[in-house]
């Protein structure tokens, strides 16, 4: 028996494979929670960059409506969802999209307030792109002119910029961290009331122009974490 057990043991001594299997998945388990924990902090980085994204839109939304307050204009802002809400009635009559007199006032107060915040210390290179968006009732409109409620809520957003940026022309040259112009146009119709439309309070409040704000997104550099992991496991190989 004695002779048997000590076969045994030597076999075992000679044999490594089980120590292998052992060192392998001991190898494997490091480089699993390496892995786990490089992404949770990778991830906790970019929600916390994504919070102060947040605060700093709220923070430039804000700042220009006490801006126009100052100068006698009151306009509305949704921090939550990031916009710069005007009223129809400032900004065109009902079923136009030409702009009115005091809707050309109200932007040539908004133009040089908006350059002014978007290119501050603070906030400059923050926002990705401002789109200026159309929004009517659902009452029917079919003319030559606008066959559809799509197209006069388009036609106001793109008179809207057309006006704002040929009163502040440097507004044309504003750029994201992409170089790319940071304002555009869009047309929604009735596809996106605030209110209900059976009234005619809550029609009212539908006919609008959003400047509706994007911010800069945090990139998740997946080049740099593939070189951290593959590093790690060089080490890991060399060990």
Request: net charge positive.
């Amino acid at each position: 028996m004695r002779r048997f057990f000590k076969k045994i043991q030597v076999e075992d001594v000679e044999n490594p494979y089980w120590l292998s299997i052992s060192d392998l998945m001991t190898g494997l388990l490091i480089i699993f929670i390496l892995t786990l924990s490089y992404y949770m902090l990778t991830f906790s980085e970019k929600t916390t960059e994504l919070a102060e994204s947040r605060i700093k839109r709220a923070s430039i939304l804000k700042l220009i409506q006490e801006r126009l307050k100052i100068e006698g204009i009151k306009v509305k802002v949704d921090l939550e969802h990031g916009i710069l809400r005007i009223p129809e009635g400032i900004l065109f009559d009902s079923g136009k999209a030409e702009l009115k007199k005091e809707g050309i006032k109200l932007l040539q107060k908004l133009g040089p307030i908006l350059y002014e915040v978007l290119t501050s210390p603070e906030f400059n290179g923050t926002v990705e792109t401002i789109f200026i968006e159309g929004h009517t009732d659902n009452v029917t409109i079919h003319t030559c002119k606008f066959p559809s409620n799509w197209e006069l809520s388009t036609q106001r957003a793109i008179n809207t910029w057309r006006a704002l940026s040929n009163i502040t022309r440097e507004l044309r040259d504003l750029k994201n961290k992409n170089g790319e112009p940071i304002f555009s146009c869009s047309g929604y119709a009735d596809t996106r009331p605030i209110a209900p439309n059976n009234t005619p309070e809550g029609r009212k409040k539908n006919r609008r122009i959003d400047f509706r704000f994007a911010m800069t997104p945090p990139k998740l550099e997946e080049k740099e974490l593939i070189k951290k992991i593959k590093e790690k496991l060089e080490i890991l190989k060399k060990k």
